[in-house]
């Protein structure tokens, strides 16, 4: 008899669109239109819903993160 109560070993915790929202402060709209800009994070469908890895949610903060500091490279040292 297995114990359902139990997480499985090895996966990987995911979103869905509204708690990625949430914990982002935006609307799930807004999710929905980076994803279908091809702005958003990668995710993938299970059933109807969208998931989301929580790696490829850093991933993807850690990108926007380094082209917001590229493209203005001055205005973090200013004091």
């Known amino acids: 008899?297995?114990?359902l109560s139990r997480p499985t070993i090895g996966l990987e915790p995911?979103?869905?669109t509204s708690e990625l929202a949430a914990?982002?402060?935006v609307p799930v709209q807004t999710?929905?239109?980076l994803r279908h800009g091809g702005r958003?994070?990668?995710g993938f469908r299970i059933?109807?819903?969208l998931r989301y890895r929580v790696s490829e949610v850093e991933a993807w903060l850690a990108e926007l993160e380094q082209?917001?500091?590229t493209a203005r490279p001055h205005e973090g040292s200013r004091r």
């Open 40 to 42: 958003g994070p990668r």
């Open 47 to 49: 059933g109807r819903e």
């Open 14 to 16: 995911v979103l869905t």
């Open 1 to 3: 008899m297995t114990d």
């Open 67 to 69: 082209s917001d500091q």
């Open 23 to 25: 914990h982002l402060g």
């Open 31 to 33: 999710i929905h239109d």
